[in-house]
């Protein structure tokens, strides 16, 4: 049974951290491309920031919104992902969720809600 675990969201004041974490299980992670994504209230689901598979280097790619300000890194030994969240803004205020994707595979976890307010 696929499973994709977000944890680490929470209340944060603006200019603060946090760090979510993503825990696989029931795929073979390491050849998965692993993406964050976002949804705030009335907009649409964002692609945050993404890591190819281990086989492809484990490159990230990021929103230009969080360009600077966010790292994506993967623990191929403990099927997980993770997201470093600096500086953050009002605006990442968010349900953030993770995904699995490999060829026609496509898993999403429910999601970690990230509020950033004072």
Same mark, same amino acid.
């Given at each position: 049974?696929?499973?994709? $675990?977000?944890? *680490?969201? *929470?209340?944060?004041?603006? *200019? *603060?951290?946090?760090?979510?974490?993503?825990?696989? +299980?029931? !795929? #073979? !992670?390491?050849?998965? =491309?692993?993406? %964050?994504?976002?949804?705030?209230?009335?907009?649409?689901?964002?692609?945050?920031?993404?890591?190819? +598979?281990?086989?492809?280097?484990?490159?990230?790619?990021?929103?230009?919104?969080?360009?600077?300000? !966010?790292?994506?890194?993967?623990? /191929?030994?403990k099927?997980? $992902?993770?997201?470093?969240? /600096?500086?953050l803004?009002?605006?990442?205020?968010?349900?953030?969720?993770?995904?699995?994707r490999?060829?026609?595979?496509d =898993? %999403?976890g429910?999601?970690?809600?990230? #509020?950033? +307010?004072?």
């Open positions: 049974q696929v499973q994709l $675990v977000e944890s *680490g969201g *929470g209340l944060v004041q603006p *200019g *603060g951290s946090l760090r979510l974490s993503c825990a696989a +299980s029931g !795929f #073979t !992670f390491s050849r998965y =491309y692993m993406n %964050w994504y976002r949804q705030a209230p009335g907009k649409e689901r964002e692609l945050v920031a993404s890591i190819t +598979s281990a086989s492809a280097g484990g490159s990230t790619n990021y929103a230009d919104s969080v360009k600077g300000r !966010f790292t994506i890194s993967r623990d /191929n030994t099927n997980t $992902v993770y997201l470093q969240m /600096n500086s803004k009002p605006e990442d205020t968010a349900v953030y969720l993770c995904n699995a490999r060829g026609q595979y =898993y %999403w429910q999601g970690t809600q990230v #509020t950033v +307010s004072s």
